[in-house]
Nanobody, 125 residues
Framework: QVQLVESGGGLVQAGGSLRLSCAAS????????MGWFRQAPGKEREFVGV????????VYADSVKGRFAISRDNAKNTAYLQMNSLNPEDKAVYYC??????????????????WGQGTQVTVSS
């Protein structure tokens, strides 16, 4: 089992930045690719991005490309989602997820084995 706990969410003005953290415990963190998803009210959970086990490769949704960046510190068992130039459309609950195998389809939630409980991000206009 892998336990994931997100933190760092909150209220930010449009144009601002937030950094989310995802702390992992239970299994060897570096064995897992780490993804981020988000879910807005009334909408399905959507892919934000994913980072490889080593942190050397990242893939992002078009909606966040150039604004968001995922990183990880395997020594600290933590993944991060840096969010810049936030706009009201980014408001959602953000979830981190761990995948033991590199997801063939990054956007498919069933490709990920473990999920955190989510953290709320609200962007005011």
């Amino acid at each position: 089992q892998v336990q994931l706990v997100e933190s760092g969410g909150g209220l930010v003005q449009a144009g601002g930045s937030l950094r989310l953290s995802c702390a992992a415990s239970g299994r060897t963190f570096s064995n897992y690719a780490m993804g981020w998803f988000r879910q807005a009210p009334g909408k399905e959970r959507e892919f934000v991005g994913v980072i490889s086990r080593s942190g050397g490769m990242g893939v992002y949704a078009d909606s966040v490309k150039g604004r968001f960046a995922i990183s990880r510190d395997n020594a600290k068992n933590t993944a991060y989602l840096q969010m810049n130039s936030l706009n009201p459309e980014d408001k959602a609950v953000y979830y981190c997820a761990a995948a033991l195998r590199w997801p063939e389809n990054f956007t498919y939630i069933r490709q990920y084995d473990y999920w955190g409980q989510g953290t709320q991000v609200t962007v005011s206009s």
